[in-house]
Nanobody, 121 residues
Framework: QLQLVESGGGLVQPGGSLRLSCAVS????????MGWYRQAPGKQRELVAT???????NYVGSVKGRFTISRDNAKITVYLQMDSLKPEDTAVYYC???????????????WGQGTQVTVSS
């Protein structure tokens, strides 16, 4: 069964850095778009950053210049380098894969279970 395995969350002080990773656990042919979303307590889930299989990126305005999304197409893995973290970045971060092609089936989208990021002194 397909799984998106997220790692790298944790507790960090303001101004610090974290790197999130999301790897696909199954034999995948390709994924059109991979991305990171986040949900803070009491708020709706929001897009953080996405990256296509050709490398085009998109960021929410509040993270531009601080976060960098990248992907390894050979490993079907997406990363989110988060620098200059702020308390308002505190949230559960979710990995999303859209347009997933396996040798036997296609998925419109798939979500990871989420990883907690807490920015606090």
């Amino acid at each position: 069964q397909l799984q998106l395995v997220e790692s790298g969350g944790g507790l960090v002080q303001p101004g610090g850095s974290l790197r999130l990773s999301c790897a696909v656990s199954e034999n995948i042919v390709s994924v059109n778009v991979m991305g990171w979303y986040r949900q803070a307590p009491g708020k709706q889930r929001e897009l953080v950053a996405t990256i296509t299989n050709s490398g085009s990126t998109n960021y929410v305005g509040s993270v531009k210049g601080r976060f960098t999304i990248s992907r390894d197409n050979a490993k079907i893995t997406v990363y989110l380098q988060m620098d200059s973290l702020k308390p308002e970045d505190t949230a559960v971060y979710y990995c999303r894969a859209a347009g997933v092609y396996t040798p036997t089936y296609y998925l419109n989208e798939y979500w990871g279970q989420g990883t907690q990021v807490t920015v606090s002194s």
